[in-house]
C-alpha cells in the first residue's frame, strides 16, 4: 500500500506541474483516444519488452553490472512485494502521468523556445533523471537505457500525434515488466 500512495503523489506531482505548464504555456496535448491507438501502444511496447529481456538475460551472470545491480537491489524486491491490483494501478498511473508532463507539456514546452530534436533529448533525459533521484550515485549508469526509452516513447507521440498510444505504451511496458519479474520468481528462473 505504501507503493500505491508514494506513486500516487509523486504522479500526481508531475500532473499538477504538467497542468500548470500547459495552461502557462498554452501548450496542446493531443490525445487521439482510440482503440486503434490503444492497439498500436500494446503492440509498440513489445520492443522494449523484449531488450528488457534480453539485457536480463545478457547481464544475469554478471552481477556488478549497473543492470544486474539495479534488477537485483530495486526492481525486483520491488515488483515481488507489489499485488495484481496494485501493479495494474501503478501502470496506469506512470503510462498516464508520467506522459502527460513529459511527452506532453514538458517537451511542448521546450520545442516552443527550441526544436523538436532539442524536446525529445531534454524531456528524455529528464524522463530517466526522475527515475533516479536518490540512486544517482549506484544507479546512474542504467541513464542511458532509460533516455533511450523517454526518446523511443517521444519519436511514437511525434509519428503518432497521440499521447494516448504513448500512455498505453508506457503502462503496458510497466505492467508486463512487473508481471514478468513477478512470473520470473514464481518459478524460480
Same mark, same amino acid.
Given at each position: 500500500?505504501?507503493?500505491? /500512495?508514494?506513486?500516487?503523489?509523486?504522479?500526481?506531482?508531475?500532473?499538477?506541474?504538467?497542468?500548470?505548464? /500547459?495552461?502557462?504555456?498554452?501548450?496542446?496535448? &493531443?490525445?487521439?483516444?482510440? +482503440?486503434?491507438?490503444? +492497439?498500436?501502444?500494446?503492440?509498440?511496447?513489445?520492443?522494449?519488452?523484449?531488450?528488457?529481456?534480453?539485457?536480463? &538475460?545478457?547481464?544475469?551472470?554478471?552481477?556488478? $553490472?549497473?543492470? =544486474? &545491480?539495479?534488477?537485483?537491489?530495486?526492481?525486483?524486491?520491488?515488483?515481488?512485494?507489489?499485488?495484481?491490483?496494485?501493479?495494474? =494501478?501503478?501502470?496506469? %498511473? $506512470?503510462?498516464?502521468?508520467?506522459?502527460?508532463?513529459?511527452?506532453? @507539456?514538458? #517537451?511542448? +514546452?521546450?520545442?516552443?523556445? $527550441? =526544436?523538436?530534436? /532539442?524536446?525529445?533529448? %531534454? $524531456?528524455?533525459?529528464?524522463?530517466?533523471?526522475?527515475?533516479?533521484?536518490?540512486?544517482?550515485?549506484?544507479?546512474?549508469?542504467?541513464?542511458?537505457?532509460?533516455?533511450?526509452?523517454?526518446?523511443?516513447?517521444?519519436?511514437?507521440?511525434?509519428? #503518432?500525434?497521440?499521447?494516448?498510444?504513448?500512455?498505453?505504451?508506457?503502462? =503496458?511496458?510497466?505492467?508486463? @515488466?512487473?508481471?514478468?519479474?513477478? %512470473?520470473?520468481?514464481?518459478?524460480?528462473?
Amino acid at each position: 500500500m505504501k507503493i500505491l /500512495v508514494a506513486a500516487l503523489i509523486s504522479e500526481g506531482l508531475l500532473v499538477v506541474f504538467g497542468f500548470l505548464l /500547459v495552461w502557462a504555456l498554452t501548450i496542446e496535448v &493531443r490525445w487521439d483516444i482510440s +482503440a486503434r491507438m490503444a +492497439a498500436y501502444g500494446v503492440t509498440l511496447a513489445l520492443a522494449p519488452l523484449l531488450l528488457n529481456h534480453y539485457l536480463w &538475460r545478457r547481464t544475469r551472470n554478471y552481477p556488478e $553490472s549497473v543492470y =544486474s &545491480r539495479f534488477s537485483g537491489e530495486i526492481i525486483d524486491p520491488l515488483c515481488r512485494q507489489i499485488s495484481i491490483p496494485t501493479a495494474i =494501478s501503478i501502470a496506469i %498511473l $506512470s503510462g498516464w502521468c508520467e506522459e502527460y508532463f513529459f511527452r506532453g @507539456a514538458l #517537451s511542448g +514546452a521546450i520545442a516552443r523556445y $527550441s =526544436s523538436p530534436p /532539442v524536446a525529445c533529448v %531534454l $524531456s528524455s533525459v529528464l524522463f530517466a533523471g526522475i527515475h533516479f533521484v536518490g540512486n544517482f550515485k549506484r544507479f546512474g549508469g542504467m541513464m542511458p537505457l532509460y533516455t533511450l526509452m523517454g526518446m523511443y516513447m517521444w519519436l511514437i507521440y511525434y509519428l #503518432s500525434g497521440s499521447l494516448f498510444c504513448v500512455a498505453v505504451l508506457h503502462g =503496458s511496458y510497466n505492467l508486463a @515488466a512487473i508481471l514478468q519479474v513477478k %512470473l520470473r520468481h514464481r518459478v524460480g528462473a
